[in-house]
């Protein structure tokens, strides 16, 4: 692990030293809340930061992305892919576990080529949290409020400057170049251990039970009529998983040209909680019921994610409970689930 200390006051500079070779995208805000965009001077954006509305998942898994283009009679066919580097600044430690989990997901088995592309361009330069970003998040519960991976470089706020932990050789070249950047002292690493070990009381653990119990209990949770109870009050508006910095199914269609010489082939965001989603051909829907999408999208987040790729499929950034309009929340549900399966587990020891 190596640190590097910059003073506050150089980070203008150090945007603008970036800014030479990369695009530079950062939390800005935007009507009261705060969204990744590009950024061209410091003032712009803020580091200290709640969630933003969408995380930085779309910079690698665009809302729309054109995957290749075509011509009808079959004589010219090629992949549409021109990512520019760039430098994302500020990512909470909940959205690096978003991104560490996405890498797995578009990497095994088969390789998605237009994800591979996009994060070999994307440099992610992580800001440690000190606050909850909002009464919903809960990453203290899901082992996600500390960034030990996947960081190009990560920043550390020390009051008059900035410490950096340099994640990858990525990340050392950032810093290559510029002037304003230091050695660590004695000082300055007892500073940082500080701040560390302050942070941990003002994150409450919100789940009523161990993050590790999670899988098992959905497992024994999948007939339990509280998925009734969701599916009865749930919109199907798909608001919580287009947020959501670990969904990612998408749908694609070709839009063929006017002149009918050739056309694009186009990836587009979907949504499990959207009836359309699970209809085939015949219009048979496999999973016509609310109840049954709300189950699979819960399921999909604390247990069919971590059997496939080994990572919990919920980062506790507690964006889907801040844009659910009916309040469904998986802090809620959660330990709703946990209540209802121990009441039924003593009922059971009281019967024998
Ligand atoms: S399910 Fe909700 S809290 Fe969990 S990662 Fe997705 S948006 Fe965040
Ligand atoms: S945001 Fe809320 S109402 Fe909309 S689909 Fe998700 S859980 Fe249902």
């Known amino acids: 692990m190596s640190y ?6 150089a980070l203008n500079d150090w945007v603008q030293h970036l800014r030479q ?3 530079i995208v950062a939390p800005k805000p935007k009507h009261g809340q705060f969204v990744f965009g590009e950024v061209t001077d410091a003032s712009e954006f803020a580091l200290d930061y709640p969630s933003t509305v969408l995380p930085p998942k779309k910079y690698l898994v665009p809302t729309q992305e054109e995957l290749l283009s075509y011509s009808l009679d079959g004589s010219h066919f090629e992949m549409r892919t021109e990512p520019v580097p760039t430098v994302v600044l500020g990512v909470h430690t909940c959205d690096l576990h978003g991104i560490k989990l996405l890498d797995r997901i ?3 088995g088969y390789t998605d080529t237009h994800y591979k592309t996009r994060r070999n361009s994307l440099y992610l330069v992580s800001y440690e949290c000190f606050e909850p970003c909002t009464e919903h998040s809960f990453c203290r519960s899901m082992g996600t409020l500390s960034a030990t991976d996947t960081f190009d470089l990560h920043i550390i706020n020390l009051g008059e400057d900035f410490a950096f932990e340099i994640g990858t050789q990525k990340g050392e070249s950032l810093l290559e170049g510029f002037q304003s950047i230091f050695n660590v002292t004695e000082v300055d690493i007892e500073r940082i251990n500080t701040v560390h070990q302050e ?4 994150f409450p653990y919100r789940l ?3 993050v590790t119990e999670l899988a098992e209990l959905l497992t024994n949770s999948y007939t339990s009529t509280y998925w009734d109870e969701l599916g009865d009050i749930c919109l199907g508006c798909g608001m919580c998983t287009q947020v959501c910095p670990t969904c990612y199914c998408f749908d694609i269609h070709d839009e063929v040209d006017l002149t ?4 694009h082939r186009v990836r587009t965001w979907d949504s499990c909680q ?3 989603f699970a209809t085939v051909a015949g219009g048979h829907n496999f999973r016509a019921e609310q109840a049954a ?3 699979h999208r819960f399921m999909r987040k604390g247990k069919y994610q971590e059997d496939a790729y080994g990572l919990v499929g919920c980062t506790g950034c507690g964006r889907c409970a801040q844009a659910c309009l009916v309040d469904i929340t998986p802090v809620k549900t959660f330990n709703e689930l946990y209540k209802r399966r121990n009441n039924i587990a003593e009922k059971e020891t009281e019967a024998k």
């Not at 590097?4 to 006051?9: A, G, Q, T």
């Not at 942070?199 to 003002?202: G, H």
């Not at 009918?260 to 056309?263: F, Q, S």
């Open 274 to 276: 959207i009836r359309m």
């Open 260 to 263: 009918l010489d050739g056309g």
């Open 199 to 202: 942070k941990w009381q003002r």
């Open 106 to 108: 578009f990497s095994q």
């Open 21 to 23: 070779k990369f695009t």
């Open 293 to 295: 999408r709300q189950r």
């Open 208 to 210: 009523d039970f161990d």
């Open 4 to 9: 590097k200390i910059m003073p506050k006051s």
